[in-house]
């Protein structure tokens, strides 16, 4: 039997309009949703007997993106907001993940792709290079099927500072086992360490793994220090970068590597505010416009900053402005500014499907699309009245605006609550994890984790090698 659902009685944002002015309107239109698909966006629709989701009062908009997302690391929300890029490195990568059960990962994978879908992000790549051992992968696709969300699991094993631990035969079994499952919501990309984590052996290898397979690549590159190494113009001089590829972060890369970005027509992937929290250097967003790279947005890791793209697209926009007007101060005749509200909520929501490489297009309202949307309480008075719909979504929008949540036309947040979660246990599920991972960090090293902001770890190299919860399929009982 066919599905079908109406949305009625809403405002639409319509968009993006090639040399449409302004870029993206708010009409009043209903929208007909047949197998999980948008197949009419039109004013008055009937409904002939289908389902009606009320929209009245509401701004529906496309289903944000996240192009890039250790959801691993929800347990420790927060724990790394005064850390260095090398203090989360070491805590989280050579201390964390190695007590981290089968178990621990399922259940932090789980609440951060739900923490992520209740604020509208219905699109997700989960950079999963927290997985210790073949189990840990098989939790985080586990976790990933069982959010009901649209999800890449990007399988990023053997991640260590430097790691050139074989990963092939586990990417080749992760492919076969999402393939196997044959489910609309989740896909597959590789997590590649690259040339800034690994040798070009080690990258030529698993580039190649990944082109064998069809899945894409995503790879960081360009990140602080580390980046420096020229690591895109390796892989492009070794034709390891396409079309296929997505580029994170780029904040240290250079002018002619992000040019060679834009010549094979990857993408990129800013995390503004994970960038400028811990240093990274400015984001890359004004050189890759400038390159004809229109990026995607992403979180990177709620260790460190908040999870929700309202605040993703509103420290890409800051930051760029922030950047442009330190370089070029605004003068009493200035008529622009160098971004605007509408590239940042297309970054974050068309061009992040794109680089996700979908089965069907998403992230725009439009037939054919898949219908990943968001319905937003557009009466809260953090944003009324609309005066600039894309302009309060970006700069005034938060998580406690989203009242609804559609993922292939299926309702998986209503009236502001999760579809069929616990979030209480959830949270107790994750607390309890925690606590355990704390328990069994201090037995097996004498260090213990505080919880109070002062854990201040030393920066040095993390390994790749599993740790003791690599063979560990449950949390003891500590």
Avoid at 90 to 115: C, F, N, S
Avoid at 255 to 271: F, T, Y
Wanted: glycine content about 10%.
């Amino acid at each position: 039997m066919t599905a079908r659902m109406l949305l009625s009685g809403g405002h639409v944002l319509i968009g993006p309009g090639q040399g449409q002015v302004p870029p993206y309107r708010a009409d009043h239109l209903d929208i007909m949703i047949e197998d999980g698909l948008i197949v009419e966006v039109a004013a008055g629709i009937q409904a002939d007997g289908c389902e009606v989701l009320d929209a009245t009062g509401t701004l529906v908009i496309p289903g944000f993106v996240d192009t890039h997302r250790h959801n691993w690391q929800a347990a420790f929300r927060s724990i790394a907001s005064d850390w260095t890029l090398g203090q989360y490195a070491h805590a989280l990568h050579g201390i964390v993940k190695h007590h981290m059960t089968p178990d621990d990962m399922y259940i932090a994978v789980l609440a951060g792709r739900l923490e992520a879908l209740a604020s509208g992000v219905t699109t997700m790549v989960d950079w999963a290079h927290g997985i210790s051992s073949p189990a840990h992968a098989d939790a985080v696709l586990r976790a990933l099927q069982d959010s009901k969300a649209r999800s890449v699991f990007a399988y990023a094993g053997g991640w260590g500072l430097s790691s050139d631990v074989p990963i092939t035969e586990e990417v080749t079994r992760m492919a076969a086992a999402v393939h196997d499952l044959d489910d609309d919501l989740l896909t597959m990309a590789l997590g590649l360490r690259g040339p800034q984590y690994s040798s070009m052996e080690t990258t030529t290898t698993d580039v190649r793994t990944a082109r064998s397979l069809g899945i894409p690549v995503t790879v960081h590159a360009g990140s602080a220090a580390w980046g420096t190494n020229r690591p895109i113009g390796q892989m492009h001089e070794a034709g390891l970068l396409d079309g296929t590829t997505t580029v994170v972060h780029g904040n240290t890369l250079t002018e002619d590597e992000i040019a060679m970005i834009a010549d094979v027509g990857a993408s990129a992937s800013v995390s503004a505010g994970a960038e400028i929290q811990m240093g990274f250097g400015w984001p890359a967003t004004g050189r890759f416009l400038a390159a004809g790279v229109r990026p995607s947005l992403s979180i990177d890791d709620c260790a460190a900053i908040g999870g929700d793209m309202f605040r993703a697209m509103s420290a890409t926009l800051l930051a760029e402005r922030g950047v442009t007007g330190a370089r070029d101060p605004n003068t009493a005749d200035r008529r622009s500014l160098p971004l605007d509200s509408a590239d940042v909520f297309e970054f974050a929501t068309a061009r992040g499907a794109e680089a996700c490489v979908l089965k069907h297009p998403a992230g725009s309202i439009r037939p054919g699309h898949h219908a990943d949307l968001v319905i937003l309480d557009v009466r809260d008075l953090a944003v009324a009245p609309l005066n600039h719909p894309v302009g309060a979504v970006v700069g005034s929008g938060h998580p406690g605006l989203v009242r609804d949540v559609l993922v292939g036309g299926q309702v998986v947040k209503s009236n502001g609550r999760l579809v069929g979660v616990d979030a209480e246990r959830m949270v107790d599920d994750l607390v309890a994890s925690r606590d355990a991972i704390c328990k069994r960090i201090e037995a097996s090293t004498g260090q213990k984790v505080a919880l109070d902001g002062s854990w201040t770890p030393p920066v040095t190299g993390f390994a790749s090698t599993d740790g003791p919860a690599a063979a560990q399929n449950t949390p003891s009982s500590d």
